[in-house]
């Protein structure tokens, strides 16, 4: 499988420079779930659908806060506009989650939990997880099912078009339960009409 991944942007003053950057744990995650990625940047804001040319799925990586800095908000709310009306895959990590619910009209909360804090999954999953957020979902995105919670933030949700996680499975030590997920997640067919394009925003 192939998948297109957004990058969480880094300020050097310095030099006034916007830098755009992964962490190479997240590429390599995605190789264990046999998805090659490429990362994209959000200067292509104008040429999105040759981005998703040859393209199975949409990474939403996480890191900055939505509205830190809203030529990344943009870009992706429009990248992900336009992987649910072409039928393509979803993995929103952290950041990628919330802005899932941000493009969904879902109000994002303040989290409760402390950064870097373990947390044990409630629901259908129950691993352990680390805590990177400062912000929270409560309410679960149109036609997906929440997997996982803990007290009363939604950790996880999934369509059969988008999977949602809170946590960063990248930097966990122990990644098996995030793969076997992941996989599922990537064996399910996409049903044409999972999301109904009278509910979607017009592109």
């Not at 969480?8 to 997240?26: M, N, T, V």
């Not at 950041?95 to 969904?104: E, I, K, N, S, W």
């Given at each position: 499988?192939?998948?297109?991944?957004?990058?969480?942007?880094?300020?050097?003053?310095?030099?006034?420079?916007?830098?755009?950057?992964?962490?190479?744990?997240?590429?390599?995650?995605?190789?264990?779930?046999?998805?090659?990625?490429?990362a994209v940047s959000f200067t292509q804001i104008a040429h999105i659908p040759l981005l998703f040319e040859g393209v199975d799925m949409l990474v939403l990586s996480g890191g900055n806060d939505i509205g830190a800095y809203p030529k990344r908000d943009h870009f992706e709310l429009a990248l992900l506009d336009y992987a649910l009306k072409a039928h393509?895959?979803?993995?929103?990590?952290?950041?990628?989650?919330?802005?899932?619910?941000?493009?969904?009209?879902?109000?994002?909360?303040?989290?409760?939990?402390?950064?870097?804090?373990?947390?044990?999954?409630?629901?259908?999953?129950?691993?352990?997880?680390?805590?990177?957020?400062?912000?929270c979902i409560t309410q679960a995105p149109k036609d997906c099912e929440v997997l996982a919670y803990v007290d009363d933030e939604i950790e996880a949700f999934m369509s059969s078009q988008i999977l949602g996680v809170m946590w960063h499975p990248e930097r966990e030590e122990r990644r098996e339960s995030d793969r076997a997920l992941l996989k599922q997640f990537i064996t399910q067919s996409v049903h044409k009409h999972n999301i109904q394009d009278s509910k979607l925003k017009e592109a």
């Open positions: 499988m192939r998948a297109i991944t957004t990058q969480r942007i880094y300020a050097y003053k310095p030099y006034g420079e916007l830098w755009e950057c992964l962490d190479s744990a997240l590429q390599e995650f995605l190789l264990e779930c046999e998805i090659l990625s490429y393509k895959k979803v993995f929103a990590i952290c950041r990628g989650a919330q802005l899932v619910a941000h493009y969904f009209n879902i109000p994002l909360k303040a989290s409760k939990h402390k950064i870097k804090a373990i947390h044990t999954l409630q629901g259908r999953l129950t691993h352990d997880v680390h805590s990177y957020h400062h912000f």
